[in-house]
C-alpha cells in the first residue's frame, strides 16, 4: 500500500473541488476538505464564510455545482439525504430539531424503529414497537434523559432537547455525525453539558461539526478548517490555527491585524 | 429523585396509560351504542347524510390533522367514487352494491395515487393549490364526460340487494349498512394513526428535515397517506350515491372541498371524534336551516361560524373539550 492509499483509507470524508454558485455568487469555492477516522473535526470561519453552505452540501440538502463528495472511498455527490442518512452518516440541525409533539421516548423511538422495516405498516399496532422502549430508555439514560421519558419533548428545556437530539441521533449508530452548531443558543452551563456530551459519544465515532464558539473547538476538536469567503483559509490542530495572522485576520477584520503588527 | 422512584415510574405511567385506553374503549363502545338505536330516534336518511360525510372529513383529517398536508381538492375523490359507483350500478343491473362501492372506491383511489405524486413535492400553500387544481380538472371532466349526465347527474341508482340478498330499499337496512362502513373506515384511520407507519407520520408532520435526516424518504410516507385518505374519501361518495341513488356535480365542486375543510376545522383538526362532530353540526345546520326563512342565508352562517371558530377556538370542538378535561381532571 503507498502512502497516498493508506492516507485515503483513513479519510472517513472527503471533498474535491467542492463548489456551490447561486446565480453567479461563488458561496463555496474548490473546498478541498478531509475529514480523518475518528476526528472531531471543526469548520469554523468568520459570518457568511460558507460554512452552512457547505454543511447543507456535506447533508445532501443543496446539491454542489461543481466537485465531488466522497464517504469512505466511494461518491455520495449524487445521493438523497435520507440515502446517506442510511449509510450512517446522521447530521444535526442549527436550532432543536425534536419531534415536538411527541414523548422523548417515542423521539428516539422513531430512529430505532427505521431497521425494523415495519415503518409504512399501517395496518400494525403501536404496540408492535414496544421492544424498542428498553433500547430506547438507554439511549436516553446514556445523555441523561430517562426520567424525562415520557414527557412531550414541547415540555423540556432547551439544553434537554439538544441532548433528545443526540439519543436520537446515537439510535442510529452513526459512523459519522454532522453537528451543526451544537451549542448555538446555550447559556453556558448547557454549553459545558453538551461538550461533555459530545466528548463521550464521539468515541469510535467521526463527527465534522459547525462551530461559532472557540472554546468549544478548542476544547473538543483535534483538526480544524477555517473557511473565509467560501474557501479554505488555513487547516490544522487548535494551536497551529489560531496563531494563523491569516485566520486573525479574517476574524478581529484589519484592525487587530494592525495592532498585532503595531506590537510586534 | 431516588432510584426508587425512578424505578416506579414506567410502572406507574402505564397504569395510567392502560387506564387512559380502557376509558377510550369503554367511550368508543357507547359511541357504537349510540350508533345503533340512534335510527329509532332520528331519521335515517338524515343519520346516513351525517354518516358519509363524516366518513369523508375523517379522511380529510388523517391528511390535514397527521401529515400536516391541506388538500384542497378532496371533492375529486368524493365525486369519483360516486359518479363511478353510480355509473356501474345504474348501468349493470346485476351488480350488488358492495360491488360496486368497491370499484367506486378502487377508482379514487387509483386518481389519489396520481394526485399524490404530482401533488406531494410541493409544500404548504404549493400543494394546496395543485391539489385544486387537478380537481377543477376533475370537475370538468364530470361536466363534459358522457357517462355523468353533465349538468343533470345521475338519478335512479338503484340501491340493490346487498351481497345479492339483503334488500337495501328498507331504510334501516340501509342506515346498518352505512354504519359499518363507517365504522370500518374509522377503524382503519384510528389503526393507521396508532401504527408504526402513523408513528413516521407523526414526527414528519413534526419536523420533516429531522425525518429526512433519520433517513426517512419523507415524500413516501406522506404519498401513503395521501392515497388512504383519497381511498376513504372515495369510500364515503360512493356509499352517499348507493344511500341517495343520485351522484351530481355538488360534490366534484371546489364548494365541497371547502366544506370539508370547514368540517374538520370546527370539530377539531387532529383529533378523531373532531371530523365527526363537524360533519354533523354541519350537516344538521344545512339540514335546519334550509327549511327556515333564513334558508338562502346558509352560506353565510357557515362562514360565520367558520371566522369565529377560526378566531376564538382553533383546536376545534373536540380539541376544546380535551383540554379543558385535562385541565380539570388529570
Not at chain 2, 344538521?284 to 376564538?312: A, D, E, K, R
Amino acid at each position: 500500500m503507498s502512502a497516498d492509499e493508506a492516507l485515503a483509507s483513513r479519510m472517513v470524508l472527503e471533498t474535491r473541488g467542492l463548489t456551490k454558485e447561486f446565480r453567479g455568487f461563488t458561496a463555496v469555492d474548490d473546498v478541498n476538505l478531509q475529514v480523518q477516522d475518528g476526528h472531531i473535526h471543526a469548520l469554523i470561519g468568520p459570518n457568511g464564510a460558507g460554512k452552512t453552505t457547505v454543511f447543507n452540501l456535506l447533508t445532501k440538502f443543496l446539491p454542489p455545482t461543481r466537485g465531488e463528495i466522497l464517504y469512505r472511498g466511494k461518491s455520495i455527490t449524487r445521493l438523497k439525504s435520507n440515502e446517506i442518512a442510511r449509510m450512517g452518516i446522521i447530521r444535526s440541525f442549527q436550532i432543536s430539531a425534536v419531534f415536538a409533539h411527541m414523548t422523548a421516548l417515542e423521539n428516539v423511538r422513531v430512529a430505532l424503529q427505521r431497521n425494523l422495516g415495519t415503518s409504512f405498516h399501517f395496518w400494525k399496532s403501536e404496540k408492535s414497537l414496544d421492544h424498542l422502549n428498553e433500547r430506547a430508555l438507554a439511549l436516553l439514560d446514556e445523555v441523561g434523559l430517562r426520567d424525562y421519558a415520557d414527557i412531550l419533548t414541547v415540555e423540556m428545556p432547551y439544553g434537554r432537547k439538544r441532548a433528545l437530539e443526540v439519543a436520537t441521533t446515537l439510535a442510529l449508530e452513526p459512523d459519522l455525525m454532522l453537528l451543526d452548531e451544537p451549542t448555538q443558543g446555550m447559556g453556558a452551563e448547557d454549553v459545558d453539558r453538551i461538550v461533555e456530551l459530545i466528548k463521550r459519544v464521539s468515541k469510535g465515532r467521526t463527527v465534522l461539526m459547525v462551530e461559532h464558539n472557540l472554546s468549544v473547538v478548542s476544547r473538543l476538536c483535534d483538526r480544524i478548517t477555517v473557511l473565509a469567503r467560501g474557501a479554505v483559509l488555513a487547516e490544522g490542530d487548535y494551536d497551529n490555527v489560531s496563531c494563523n495572522p491569516l485566520v486573525r485576520e479574517a476574524y478581529m477584520g484589519s484592525e487587530a491585524a494592525e495592532e498585532e503588527g503595531a506590537q510586534a | 429523585m431516588s432510584d426508587a422512584q425512578t424505578l416506579a415510574r414506567p410502572s406507574a405511567v402505564m397504569e395510567r396509560q392502560k387506564r387512559a385506553i380502557m376509558r377510550r374503549n369503554l367511550f368508543y363502545v357507547a359511541l357504537v351504542v349510540v350508533g345503533l338505536v340512534a335510527p329509532f330516534v332520528a331519521y335515517p336518511v338524515f343519520l346516513m347524510k351525517v354518516l358519509c360525510f363524516a366518513l369523508f372529513a375523517c379522511a380529510f383529517n388523517l391528511l390535514l390533522g397527521y401529515a400536516g398536508l391541506l388538500s384542497f381538492g378532496h371533492a375529486a375523490f368524493l365525486a369519483t367514487g360516486g359518479y363511478i359507483t353510480g355509473y356501474l350500478l345504474a348501468s349493470y343491473p346485476g351488480l350488488t352494491p358492495e360491488i360496486g362501492i368497491m370499484a367506486g372506491t378502487l377508482v379514487a383511489t387509483a386518481l389519489g395515487a396520481l394526485f399524490g405524486i404530482l401533488a406531494i413535492r410541493r409544500q404548504g400553500i404549493y400543494f394546496a393549490m395543485v391539489t385544486l387544481a387537478l380537481a377543477q380538472l376533475v370537475y370538468f371532466v364530470f361536466v363534459q364526460a358522457p357517462f355523468t349526465g353533465g349538468e343533470d347527474g345521475l338519478h335512479g341508482v338503484p340501491r340493490g340487494e346487498l351481497l345479492g340478498f339483503i334488500s337495501l330499499s328498507n331504510n334501516l337496512a340501509m342506515y346498518y349498512f352505512v354504519f359499518a362502513v363507517f365504522l370500518f373506515g374509522f377503524a382503519l384511520i384510528q389503526r393507521t394513526v396508532h401504527s408504526p407507519y402513523g408513528q413516521v407520520l407523526k414526527a414528519i408532520r413534526e419536523n420533516e428535515p429531522r425525518a429526512v435526516s433519520l433517513g426517512y424518504n419523507t415524500d413516501m410516507y406522506k404519498l401513503v397517506a395521501f392515497v388512504i385518505s383519497a381511498a376513504l374519501a372515495g369510500l364515503a361518495g360512493s356509499t352517499k350515491t348507493v344511500v341517495f341513488q343520485l351522484a351530481s356535480l355538488t360534490d366534484a365542486h371546489w364548494h365541497m372541498s371547502g366544506e370539508v375543510i370547514l368540517m374538520t376545522l370546527l370539530g377539531g383538526v387532529g383529533t378523531l371524534l373532531g371530523p365527526i362532530m363537524g360533519a354533523g353540526i354541519v350537516v344538521s345546520l344545512q339540514h335546519v336551516l334550509s327549511q327556515s326563512p333564513l334558508g338562502n342565508w346558509v352560506s353565510v352562517i357557515l362562514g360565520i361560524i367558520f371566522v369565529i371558530c377560526v378566531l376564538s377556538f382553533r383546536s376545534g370542538i373536540v380539541g376544546e373539550i380535551a383540554r379543558m378535561y385535562n385541565k380539570n381532571f388529570k
